[in-house]
């Protein structure tokens, strides 16, 4: 993520003597599309939050204010924000929102500034974040399935588009803390003992529909309606279910390929008119998390010895598309997720 100091955003100061909160200090790691919505919707509702992020949000929002862009109304909130990880220091809450090509990187960087009773909120694509983050801190680390179209159209500006809920996991007092934190925000927070069947539930959206749509330059909607589109997507979904299996995984609303059919198609209605965050990523001519989508299968078909080819292909068009593809500027719709 390559966060560094700006002069004028100091890290708060533990010996400030400023007025308290009733509720806790939530620090946003990562404050795009996702972390910007959650974090902004907690901020709205009275939550002492701070955004860590990069230069040009951090100017803005020390110009401007944060502005979150709702469905029913506008509002613009005064957060804290930082682009030095030292910011993380004292926090209560953590949503850890970075791209999963730099969560290595950045758990690692926030470790010192963290302690174990820290409870740090992982909102990434992908289903290894966690593991990540639990290997480099000694947090409490908190699973969550998100379900967000919102875009960022310029720096401290976060657009929402639709839904905006979150299914988090295991049960236990920080998944409680925190649904009761996000319920004081109006944000559906649902907690779930199966969180991985979730997590995959989502993976697999994510993995039959991102490529694609970046690849063919379609939104979702478009995807479900195009007969050979829609045929590519059930593939991908046959070979996605079939390293869910080797794993032991059964994901949510997904017991079998028709089932899990119909639950990636009431996707592509519910969000309809976006493009993905693969596209979105491609269009800006910055990296994407596909290693950790179709990648991710490819290489656990290799593992398993179960040939997964479509998965690969993607896989491999998306990269030889970061490396050499011009930015395409006719995407304009909103983007699920990042």
């Known amino acids: 993520m390559n966060l560094k100091i700006m002069p004028d955003s100091p890290a708060p100061n533990p010996n400030s003597t400023a007025p308290t909160s009733p509720w806790p200090r939530v620090v946003v790691v990562g404050a795009g599309a996702v972390g910007g919505y959650f974090g902004g919707r907690l901020a709205r509702a009275g939550v002492p939050v701070t955004l860590i992020g990069r ?3 951090i100017e803005a929002v020390h110009r401007s204010g944060f502005c979150l862009e709702m469905l029913a109304c506008s509002e613009t ?22 791209k999963t090509i730099d969560t290595l990187a950045v758990a690692k960087e926030l470790a010192p500034f963290i302690t174990p009773t820290t409870i740090v909120l992982c909102l990434q694509n992908g289903v290894e974040n966690v593991f990540t983050i639990q290997a480099c801190t000694q947090a409490v680390v908190v699973q ?14 976060v657009k929402h588009h639709g839904r905006g809920d979150l299914i988090i996991g295991p049960t236990g007092v920080a998944a ?24 995959w539930e989502k993976f697999i959206c994510n993995c039959s529909l991102n490529a694609i749509s970046a690849l063919s ?11 050979e589109a ?21 994901p949510s609303n997904m017991r079998d390929l028709r089932e899990a059919t119909a639950t ?17 990523d491609l269009r800006r001519n910055k990296p994407t998390e ?30 030889s598309a970061e490396a050499q593809s011009p930015p395409i500027q006719h995407l304009s719709k909103d983007v699920m997720d990042r």
């Not at 969550?144 to 500006?157: F, M, T």
């Not at 649904?179 to 997590?199: K, M, N, P, R």
């Not at 990636?264 to 979105?280: D, E, F, M, N, P």
């Not at 990648?295 to 080819?309: E, L, S």
């Open 176 to 199: 409680s803390r925190l649904q009761t934190l996000f319920q004081h925000a109006g944000v559906t927070c649902q907690i779930s003992d199966e969180i991985e069947g979730h997590l």
């Open 217 to 227: 330059h379609r939104t979702y909607g478009e995807i479900g309606e195009q007969a």
């Open 77 to 98: 909130l005064q957060v804290k924000a930082s682009c030095d990880m030292s910011a993380a220091h004292g926090a209560d809450i953590v949503l850890f929102c970075v």
């Open 230 to 250: 829609w045929q590519l997507v059930k593939a991908v979904i046959q070979e996605t279910l079939q390293i869910a299996a080797a794993q032991g995984i059964i």
């Open 55 to 57: 230069p040009a949000l």
């Open 290 to 319: 596909i290693d950790s989508l179709n990648g991710f299968i490819a290489r656990q078909g290799q593992k398993f010895g179960i040939p997964v080819p479509v998965n690969q292909a993607l896989y491999s068009l998306v990269k």
């Open 264 to 280: 990636v198609r009431k996707l592509t209605r519910q969000i309809a008119g976006a493009y993905s965050s693969t596209a979105q």
């Open 144 to 157: 969550a399935v998100v379900y967000l179209a919102a875009s960022v159209p310029q720096p401290g500006v």
